[in-house]
């Protein structure tokens, strides 16, 4: 299972290029990008989560909301519910049913979900991720899209490599993180709706009666 710090995962594109497709500038690409998210205030999509490594493969679905600044929420619903949370200080991991819940800093955790927080923050795309270029050896999912690579800052010694494909009109669609240890964890996101209405609630924890909370900086799977 990844460990819990990725999703901490982009303002003007040049004048004349309205499209993606066929750009050879990586530079007016994450600027593409970064024009896109900051005209968004809140994200909504269904997600599909895959893991391999260690001989194992696994593949996980479900809810992801995100709002500036910084809060998101992952609601696995298969194989097995499950939630992590982060209301831009703090990060939560719980597995309803069971008897803990594990909490941490959000600057101290390890997860490859948390870059995903930079999608609704102020950070552009290119001080986000080191290297970052077009790979032209990757093949993109859809037709049209351009695929990035680069690796998130702050995470050079676990992560070897981060694919980002993107839209013509710069939505993130799929990201690919490999990790130092050879596991390969990709996120597709589906059915993506901007900026519409979600509760501040909705980014907020309170611990169930009886589940005792365990302060850390590792949260898992």
Avoid: C
């Amino acid at each position: 299972m990844i460990s819990v710090r990725l999703l901490s995962l982009f303002v003007i594109v040049v004048a004349g290029v309205p499209q993606l497709v066929g750009q050879t500038d990586v530079h007016a690409i994450a600027e593409k990008v970064d024009q896109r998210y900051s005209r968004i205030q809140t994200l909504q999509a269904q997600f599909a989560e895959t893991y391999s490594g260690a001989g194992m493969k696994r593949t996980e679905s479900g809810t992801l909301e995100l709002k500036k600044p910084g809060r998101m929420r992952w609601d696995y619903d298969q194989p097995r519910p499950k939630m992590f949370l982060t209301d831009g200080k703090t990060a939560w991991f719980y597995v309803p049913g069971e008897r803990q819940v594990r909490r941490a800093p959000v600057k101290d955790i390890d997860d490859l979900r948390s870059p995903l927080r930079y999608l609704l923050g102020k950070a552009k795309l290119e001080k986000e991720f080191v290297g970052l270029a077009i790979d032209t050896n990757a093949n993109p999912l859809n037709a049209g899209d351009i695929v990035l690579r680069g690796v998130p800052r702050g995470m050079q010694e676990r992560v070897s490599n981060t694919l980002l494909e993107v839209t013509p009109d710069g939505l993130i669609q799929r990201i690919v993180v490999e990790e130092m240890d050879g596991s390969v964890t990709e996120f597709r996101f589906l059915q993506q709706k901007e900026n519409v209405q979600i509760a501040d609630q909705r980014f907020r924890f309170v611990p169930p009666p009886g589940v005792e909370v365990v302060q850390g900086t590792e949260l898992t799977n």
